[in-house]
T-cell receptor, first 112, second 111 residues
Framework: DAGVTQSPTHLIKTRGQQVTLRCSPI?????VSWYQQVLGQGPQFIFQ???????GRGNFPDRFSARQFPNYSSELNVNALLLGDSALYLC???????????FGQGTRLTVV | KQEVTQIPAALSVPEGENLVLNCSFT??????LQWFRQDPGKGLTSLLL?????REQTSGRLNASLDKSSGRSTLYIAASQPGDSATYLC??????????FGKGTRLSVIA
């Protein structure tokens, strides 16, 4: 079975641009969460979606938005990129009722 | 607000040693605790999940324990190998809240 897949794996953007990151959860997982990990820190929660509805939002500005599609895949959008948005963005999916998170390989975003 | 602390921040050991990584959390009302491994620039690989009702979990050379009342968990690695070199992250799940992570322990196993 395929794990959580994220695309792209790396990208470089210029300050002020917009970016869209994509995530496909493990088959059967209806919950998708997004995390930001800056170098040397643990991942920080951005969003959680379950059955296409937002279930939680971390302490991030409104420049960050996300959505979940009927097939449970998800997109994370970041507008007006800042240098400080440079980080590894991680997507996780969870099977119902277990509380166990499975992570993708991440998308490395560099803002220059 | 849940806070997770991992000690030490970095650890270097010779191959073959047994070692213990520590994780502490401030709110004992947790649903479960999960240990992850992260290789440089990569995603997270789940190692062990301990439910709040459990005391420990084992997988191969890894053993994780949980003392919920004192807000502590340990990850024990037996007979360490150079391939164990990575960052180990502890994350706490408290019901409907998202995972809260520590900053991790960077482990180097020297051949």
């Amino acid at each position: 079975d395929a794990g959580v897949t994220q695309s792209p794996t790396h990208l470089i953007k210029t300050r002020g641009q917009q970016v869209t990151l994509r995530c496909s959860p493990i088959s059967g997982h209806k919950s998708v969460s997004w995390y930001q990990q800056v170098l040397g820190q643990g991942p920080q929660f951005i969003f959680q979606y379950y059955e296409k509805e937002e279930r939680g939002r971390g302490n991030f500005p409104d420049r960050f938005s996300a959505r979940q599609f009927p097939n449970y895949s998800s997109e994370l959008n970041v507008n007006a990129l800042l240098l400080g948005d440079s980080a590894l963005y991680l997507c996780a999916s969870s099977p119902p009722g277990t509380g166990k998170a499975f992570f993708g390989q991440g998308t490395r975003l560099t803002v220059v | 607000k849940q806070e997770v602390t991992q000690i030490p921040a970095a650890l270097s050991v010779p191959e073959g040693e047994n070692l213990v990584l520590n994780c502490s959390f401030t709110d004992s009302a947790i649903y479960n605790l999960q240990w992850f491994r992260q290789d440089p620039g990569k995603g997270l690989t789940s190692l062990l999940l301990i439910q709040s009702s459990q005391r420990e979990q084992t997988s191969g050379r890894l053993n994780a324990s949980l003392d919920k009342s004192s807000g502590r968990s340990t990850l024990y690695i037996a007979a360490s190998q150079p391939g164990d070199s990575a960052t180990y992250l502890c994350a706490v799940h408290s019901g409907n809240t998202p995972l809260v992570f520590g900053k991790g322990t960077r482990l180097s196993v020297i051949a």
